[in-house]
């Protein structure tokens, strides 16, 4: 529901988030750098309106497009026509990643230092073709109910085994489209599908079946473009020669320049709505031409598709008028320092501000915490992607300076990933899949893109085509790691989820019931046995007070109706005139006793009546008898015949 609070909670959170990359950005430049930016101030309004564009897309998300995601999927599932949830999914898919922003430009920039050999249009139909199977895999992996790790291995050796045949000019660019399919847009719809599947169909968990879509989307694309390298690289000759010529400050400057005429900004939002429209495209087709059903609450959905495309807009705005242009300028001007640790920490908190303001991982990592029922912490989890991403572009810009093949670093990466799927606990192994591809969007592509292609391009010594890429896909694989080890760290620590604190409390409770139970419990000893039992019996105390010469006869009494075993206590029992002058009997020798027999209280009745007939207590006789209810008996013994 649309909200002024949650809005404003929203705003909140992103400049919180932003905080990172201003102050990585300002140190660089002021100790580092030392120099003041020309472009500071577009700098800072373009941070500012980053901050409200990312909060008004989050908005949009939670009113427009996760609502109607798990809609189509639950009223998918519930159709349960597998068919058409499959192509759906491939229509997804595909729709969304052709048109893809990032995608545009790594193939744009793919296509230039390539030699023309690589077509831009053709590979982005063979990623978008990928990621179309890759959904449509995860569909399927949900609803027949297969562990995701055995498709997710299986895919790593493959892409390792394309690798082996790969030509090296298109191992890291394909590396790193698998990081640039899932759009800030795709990544929440296709979330929704996985999550929304997996909370519909019996037997699904959607917490372990639910995720996993994303990393599919991110592993598929990196098999097809190699194995489209291997037939462009193989069967086609270079039309042309690109020389790329070197970033300079000037050139960086002159990008940061953002033109506001009416013209340019309409440009802008009319370009995010050619992103957004075949996801709307998908959406309608299906919601009113197959499931033929209203869209419900249509009138919030329209809105929240709104505020998507505005916050989006602005959020790409504020990008270019404030992190590109800086990014695109530190590249240069950290590659003509001879200490490398500069580059390699530039890259580190770089990786980690961006992640942080990532709005995808934001949308993900809220979802997590919700469907987990607070077991995730969606910031915490954030850290630990953003931890994973500053180690991967600090590795990845370490192979660029010192020239390592991109491909021992990825195969070493996928081995640890493989042998921390079968040690972190399971509801966190599809997370950390999905991870890899959601860090890889809106911010931190460009930026990360031209880190790489900027110190490619001023090291001597390194291509462009084969050196520049590849940081995008450190910056996806490391989070993987991270976030297992954040899931053996939760376990470790026993952090438990809101439901299972509940459960938890419950138990204890139970067992403190249990426990309580177990003490009103009366336990007997079988007699001739060395057997002990608990039994839900009620005793009585059965008292009989008599001279000390009826002991005998009131024994005699009991026993025959039924009591065992007795206590004998010397009393003093005095009447009502002997109480007048009861001082002179205190120290004198017992002349009674107090017969204490423990019995079912079955039992009393007859014993008390045997008692009062045999003695005559209540006539002639002298003597008291009474009876009260006991519990908790400890060391009691009968027979077999009494129990």
Do not use: C
Not at 92 to 115: C, H, R
């Amino acid at each position: 529901m649309l909200n002024i609070r949650t809005f404003l909670q929203l705003l909140k959170e992103s400049f919180r988030d932003l905080l990172p990359i201003v102050l990585v950005i300002v140190f660089f430049q002021l100790a580092i750098i030392q120099s003041v930016p020309p472009n500071w101030l577009s700098t800072a309004i373009g941070l500012a309106i980053v901050g409200v564009g990312l909060a008004v897309f989050l908005l949009g998300l939670e009113i427009g497009i996760f609502p109607v995601g798990e809609g189509l999927a639950s009223d998918f599932a519930h159709k349960g026509s597998t068919f058409w949830i499959i192509i759906f999914g491939f229509m997804v898919g595909f729709g969304t990643t052709i048109a893809e922003p990032a995608l545009i430009v790594i193939a744009q920039k793919a296509a230039a230092i390539s030699s023309g050999r690589i077509d831009a249009n053709t590979l982005r139909g063979v990623v978008a073709f990928s990621v179309g199977f890759a959904i449509v895999l995860g569909v399927y992996r949900i609803i027949k109910g297969h562990p995701i790790h055995y498709y997710i291995i299986s895919g790593y050796i493959m892409v390792v085994a394309a690798t082996a045949f790969a030509p090296k000019e298109i191992v890291g660019l394909a590396y790193d489209l698998g990081g640039v399919t899932t759009s800030t847009v795709t990544v929440p719809l296709v979330a929704a599908l996985g999550i929304g599947l997996a909370s519909t169909i019996k037997g699904r968990n959607p917490v372990l079946d639910g995720f996993g879509l994303i990393a599919f989307a991110s592993l598929t694309p990196m098999i097809f473009v190699q194995f489209y390298g291997i037939i462009v690289y193989e069967f086609m000759e270079p039309s042309q020669i690109i020389h790329i010529t070197p970033i300079t400050n000037e050139v960086a400057a002159a990008s940061a320049e953002y033109n506001f005429s009416l013209i340019e900004i309409l440009k802008g939002l009319l370009g995010v709505v050619m992103d957004v429209i075949p996801i709307l495209g998908v959406i309608l087709f299906f919601q009113y031409i197959i499931l033929k059903k209203p869209i419900e609450n249509l009138k919030e959905v329209v809105i929240g598709f709104g505020l998507v495309i505005i916050g989006l807009d602005a959020f790409i705005v504020g990008l270019e008028m404030g992190l590109f242009s800086v990014g695109e300028t530190m590249a240069f001007e950290l590659t003509k320092y001879d200490n490398n640790i500069i580059i390699y920490t530039f890259g580190f908190l770089i990786g980690f501000s961006t992640t942080m303001a990532e709005p995808s991982l934001t949308a993900i990592a809220k979802k997590a915490k919700e469907i987990s029922d607070g077991k995730i912490n969606d910031f915490v989890l954030r850290l630990f992607v953003a931890l994973g991403v500053a180690i991967g572009i600090a590795l990845g810009a370490y192979r660029i300076v010192v020239g390592g093949e991109i491909v021992y670093y990825i195969m070493a990466g996928y081995l640890f990933v493989i042998v921390l799927t079968f040690l972190a606990p399971k509801y966190i192994i599809p997370i950390a899949y999905d991870s890899g591809g959601v860090t890889t969007s809106t911010v931190t592509v460009p930026l990360v893109a031209a880190l790489g292609l900027g110190l490619a391009t001023n090291i001597a010594g390194r291509d462009p085509l084969i050196d520049g890429f590849g940081l995008i896909a450190f910056a996806s694989l490391f989070p993987m790691l991270t976030v297992m080890l954040y899931g053996l760290i939760t376990e470790k620590i026993g952090v438990k989820g809101e439901m299972e604190k509940e459960e938890l409390h419950i138990k204890e409770l139970r067992h403190a019931l249990e426990d309580a139970n177990d003490m009103n419990l009366s336990t007997v000893t079988i007699d001739g046995t060395n057997k002990r039992h608990s039994y839900k019996m009620e005793f009585s105390a059965v008292h009989v007070i008599v001279p000390n010469d009826k002991i005998e006869q009131a024994l005699l009494a009991a026993e025959k109706a039924g009591a065992r075993g007795v206590t004998i206590m010397q009393a003093h029992r005095m009447g009502l005139t002997q109480t007048e002058n009861f001082y002179n009997r205190l120290h004198t020798e017992s002349t009674d006793a107090n017969l204490m027999f423990i019995t079912q209280t079955a039992k009393v009745d007859t014993i008390i009546k045997t008692i009062i007939n045999e003695l005559d207590i209540t006539g002639a006789g002298k003597g008291l008898t009474f009876s009260y209810p006991v519990s908790h008996i400890k060391g009691l013994r009968l027979k077999l015949d009494d129990l």
